[in-house]
């Protein structure tokens, strides 16, 4: 049984890529006079069927969301903050420009709320746009601490629970749907520059 075992392990591995990439490639934690924030950068491709659903001018989501926890010897660690991030991605077909809106609550159809809003001339630049999550910020240097080094999470998809309800079907071309990426770090508390 053991040497079956031994066997299997030498076996080469089916690695499961990713198919569209997703990856983030950068986090800072950094501290400022107003609090903590987070920047971070997220690499993905969009599919061709999310690319070709926005192009008929349908909206699509990002979520991204961060934890800041400190660490506890005698226990789990203790989550100090957490932040989100809504994006919405929209194609205006008048103006033939992207449309990116920013808040920090989810971004609903009787509204927009609180949200920043950027035009782009191509979706490039909207894509880049929603790639670089920029000083979101976690909370104060009080809640959260200054020790020199915090384990900190951070997530990013693409929130299907927000699409028109025929591309909510389970089986519906489900994986061009899913990009999503988790990344935890332990990250030093950098002063603002």
């Keep these: 049984m053991l040497v079956l075992v031994w066997c299997l392990a030498w076996l080469p591995r089916s690695v499961s890529a990713d198919p569209h990439g997703t990856a983030v490639t950068q986090m800072r934690l950094e501290q400022a006079d107003d609090g903590v924030y987070l920047t971070a950068q997220v690499q993905f491709e969009l599919p061709q069927a999310v690319e070709e659903v926005l192009e008929k001018g349908i909206a699509i989501y990002f979520v991204a969301e961060s934890e800041v926890y400190r660490e506890r010897w005698y226990w789990t660690d203790l989550k100090v903050a957490q932040a989100a991030r809504h994006m919405r991605l929209a194609?205006?077909?008048?103006?033939?420009?992207?449309?990116l809106n920013v808040s920090p609550v989810p971004i609903t159809n009787a509204g927009f709320g609180v949200s920043l809003n950027q035009n782009f001339d191509t979706l490039a630049d909207a894509l880049d746009g929603v790639r670089r999550i920029g000083r979101m910020r976690l909370g104060d240097l009080s809640e959260i601490g200054d020790e020199g080094v915090?384990?900190?999470?951070?997530?990013?998809?693409?929130?299907?629970?927000?699409?028109?309800?025929?591309?909510?079907?389970?089986?519906?071309?489900?994986?061009?749907?899913?990009?999503?990426?988790?990344?935890?770090?332990?990250?030093?508390?950098?002063?603002a520059k």
């Design 91 to 99: 194609y205006q077909p008048l103006s033939r420009r992207w449309r």
């Design 150 to 191: 915090h384990p900190v999470t951070f997530r990013f998809r693409l929130d299907t629970s927000q699409l028109p309800r025929p591309f909510q079907v389970p089986g519906f071309g489900q994986s061009d749907w899913n990009i999503s990426v988790e990344k935890s770090a332990r990250l030093p508390l950098e002063k």
